[in-house]
């Protein structure tokens, strides 16, 4: 039996709408605090058009500030004479955050936001919810032409594949032959989508399982629907390696805010509620829900351990060659 792998790079849902990177970029430096609000659970949204922020007297103002400002304080110190790359930017925060480098810019602008807003929250506070609306904001702009981010199962869902005809005659010739292994480093749900044609239906895997999964999300009527969850076996003609991850895959997170495990949601299922099933001592079911679990799980920076966002060399924790945007 033969065996094929292939990778798809990031363009390769940029047929169906998706935004490319220089695309995403110039969104995350055009955004401001009227384009999006944060709710009390902790879930970002993007405005409608003239829509106002509900929760505009809330402290979740505050986090929509410092998301929209960290980028423009960002961009004025880091991209002189660069563009803007919201992976590297992210490198960037995720280095402050685990105080792998010290700057002393950053720490400037973090006294005078502090004062601004009279408040009195860390470095470490306010990273750590940057972080989360960060990476809501990604998948939330991270879209197809439609505003798609899933696709109902179903021959039925909208989606035109012409575009893909060539590709996916390919990866059925192949599939008669042995197994396909697909590697990608795609966020989106768009290859997914094409276990809606007859030809892929029931022959995909992609290490996750529904049978037996003590993990549920909530539909729209606040139904409880067991969740698929990763247990590591690729069983299908075609197996599928999202190498950065995916805006279907959720951490659930145990007591002691450790990930346990992964699980995907699909089409209609609350972004926010995940729940796991277990059995008292006395044989009752009960669940146990995810208060932190906000956001995918997916890579928001780059794969490079030399950061790139300053010219000069940099000192902290960790010393860094630096080079030039």
Not at 136 to 146: A, E, F, K, P, T
Request: aromatic share 18%; net charge negative; glycine share 8%.
């Amino acid at each position: 039996m033969e065996e094929i792998s292939l990778m798809l790079g990031a363009g390769f849902s940029v047929n169906q709408g998706y935004p490319t990177a220089q695309i995403l970029n110039q969104e995350l430096i055009g955004l401001s605090i009227d384009d999006f609000y944060i709710a009390t659970d902790g879930n970002l949204v993007l405005c409608e058009k003239g829509q106002e922020d509900p929760f505009a007297y809330s402290d979740y103002v505050i986090q929509k500030h410092y998301l929209v400002e960290l980028i423009t304080f960002y961009r004025t110190c880091y991209c002189i004479g660069g563009e803007f790359s919201y992976e590297i930017f992210y490198d960037f925060v995720e280095d402050l955050f685990h105080e792998r480098i010290h700057d002393a810019e950053f720490e400037l602008f973090s006294v005078n936001f502090r004062n601004k807003y009279k408040i009195d929250d860390n470095n470490a506070n306010l990273l750590s919810h940057f972080k989360n609306n960060f990476n809501q904001l990604i998948g939330l702009l991270v879209v197809d032409n439609n505003k798609n981010r899933y696709y109902k199962p179903g021959v039925n869902s909208g989606l035109n594949f012409d575009k893909y005809t060539g590709f996916i005659d390919c990866l059925y010739r192949w599939g008669k032959a042995g197994l396909v292994n697909i590697h990608t480093l795609n966020h989106d749900l768009f290859f997914e989508a094409f276990t809606n044609l007859s030809v892929f239906q029931g022959r995909l895997s992609d290490g996750f399982k529904e049978l037996g999964s003590p993990y549920y999300g909530e539909d729209d009527n606040h139904c409880k629907i067991r969740l698929p969850c990763f247990v590591n076996e690729y069983i299908g003609q075609y197996r599928l390696y999202k190498l950065h991850g995916s805006f279907d895959y959720y951490p659930f997170h145990s007591r002691n805010n450790a990930v346990e495990n992964f699980v995907k949601k699909g089409y209609g299922i609350s972004e926010s509620d995940v729940y796991k099933e277990e059995v008292s001592s006395t044989g009752d079911r009960f669940y146990v829900r995810d208060f932190i679990n906000y956001h995918p799980d997916f890579l928001s920076g780059t794969t490079s351990k030399i950061l790139r966002y300053k010219e000069k060399p940099y000192y902290g924790t960790v010393f860094y060659n630096l080079k030039k945007i």
